[in-house]
Nanobody, 126 residues
Framework: QVQVDESGGGVVQAGGSLRLSCTTS???????RGWFRQAPGKEREAVPC????????YYDDSVRGRFTVSRDNAKNTHDLQMSGLKPEDTATYYC????????????????????WGQGTQVTVSP
């Protein structure tokens, strides 16, 4: 059984930075990983996807250049470094994993992922 846990959310002023971490149990070194976010009243949207090797990474246009995803397979973790935060980044952020090594063409769809964390809140004040 794979367990997924996020940490690192909080409140930050616009322009500030936060780092989210996702820790997993079980054999997940060969799983691609991602982050999603969901703001109140909006659909869940993908942020990045990173392949099992870490070589292939995709970002949503809204965060490219401001967010950086990384992974440490030895520790079964992957992080999301967020900089230049904007009020529109306010959302609950979810860690996700898929039982494949790669990020598929539909990486931005929640259907591409098999395991989810409970979410961590990120609030960016103006």
């Amino acid at each position: 059984q794979v367990q997924v846990d996020e940490s690192g959310g909080g409140v930050v002023q616009a322009g500030g930075s936060l780092r989210l971490s996702c820790t997993t149990s079980g054999r997940t070194v060969h799983y691609a990983r991602g982050w999603f976010r969901q703001a109140p009243g909006k659909e869940r949207e993908a942020v990045p996807c990173i392949s099992a090797s870490g070589v292939t990474i995709y970002y949503d246009d809204s965060v490219r250049g401001r967010f950086t995803v990384s992974r440490d397979n030895a520790k079964n973790t992957h992080d999301l470094q967020m900089s230049g935060l904007k009020p529109e980044d306010t959302a609950t952020y979810y860690c996700a994993m898929r039982r494949e090594t790669y990020c598929p063409g539909y990486w931005f769809s929640s259907d591409a992922y098999h395991y989810w964390g409970q979410g961590t809140q990120v609030t960016v004040s103006p």
